[in-house]
T-cell receptor, first 114, second 114 residues
Framework: GAGVSQSPSNKVTEKGKDVELRCDPI?????LYWYRQSLGQGLEFLIY????????KSGLPSDRFSAERTGGSVSTLTIQRTQQEDSAVYLC????????????FGPGTRLTVT | GESVGLHLPTLSVQEGDNSIINCAYS??????FIWYKQESGKGPQFIID?????DKRQGQRVTVLLNKTVKHLSLQIAATQPGDSAVYFC?????????????FGQGTILTVHP
């Protein structure tokens, strides 16, 4: 079946611009997660959704970062006034309810802020 | 083991050998421990998980061992193949109010030589 999809696959933006990253989870997965991976680093948790609500936003680095999920499916991660340190691969994952230990990841969006 | 920054631990093996990848975790309250495989340009791929009340779990060609006394996790890959070459991450899930959040280690680079 179809896995997690993310768009765009690559995004180059100028410092100070806003960007939106999109995630389509696996059909039937009610939980959705966003992570960030900097070059050569492990993954850093950003936010978690159960349905359309976000019980855990503890990983969002600043108020420039926000995310929403609509219809219990698609999610968008928005970064306002991008900075060079925002450059990273942004990964989305989804899981069945109650199985947050078994997350399935998309291919990621590589964001480069120039 | 784990490392900080760009200098990831590396493991080089010959095809057909067994591989052991190690991980030290930090949170003694974690409920689940998980191994992910990440190939270049792709998102992490779920391999296997183990619950904190277990000390060993086997999958297809993989075995995960958990030693809670010393907070150590290992992944054993039997008869390693060139397709196993990737970065391997351990992750922990604290459960409870942190249910959706995986905390990842920095990763180990596995290279399998034909």
């Amino acid at each position: 079946g179809a896995g997690v999809s993310q768009s765009p696959s690559n995004k180059v933006t100028e410092k100070g611009k806003d960007v939106e990253l999109r995630c389509d989870p696996i059909s039937g997965h009610t939980a959705l997660y966003w992570y960030r991976q900097s070059l050569g680093q492990g993954l850093e948790f950003l936010i978690y959704f159960q349905g359309n609500s976000a019980p855990d936003k503890s990983g969002l680095p600043s108020d420039r970062f926000s995310a929403e999920r609509t219809g219990g499916s698609v999610s968008t991660l928005t970064i306002q006034r991008t900075q060079q340190e925002d450059s990273a691969v942004y990964l989305c994952a989804s899981s069945l309810r109650g199985r947050g230990y078994e997350q399935y990841f998309g291919p990621g969006t590589r964001l480069t802020v120039t | 083991g784990e490392s900080v920054g760009l200098h990831l631990p590396t493991l080089s093996v010959q095809e057909g050998d067994n591989s052991i990848i190690n991980c030290a975790y930090s949170n003694s309250a974690s409920d689940y421990f998980i191994w992910y495989k990440q190939e270049s340009g792709k998102g992490p791929q779920f391999i296997i998980d183990i619950r904190s009340n277990m000390d060993k779990r086997q999958g297809q060609r993989v075995t995960v061992l958990l030693n809670k006394t010393v907070k150590h996790l290992s992944l054993q890959i039997a008869a390693t193949q060139p397709g196993d070459s990737a970065v391997y991450f351990c992750a922990e899930n604290a459960g409870g109010t942190s249910y959706g959040k995986l905390t990842f280690g920095q990763g180990t680079i596995l290279t399998v030589h034909p």
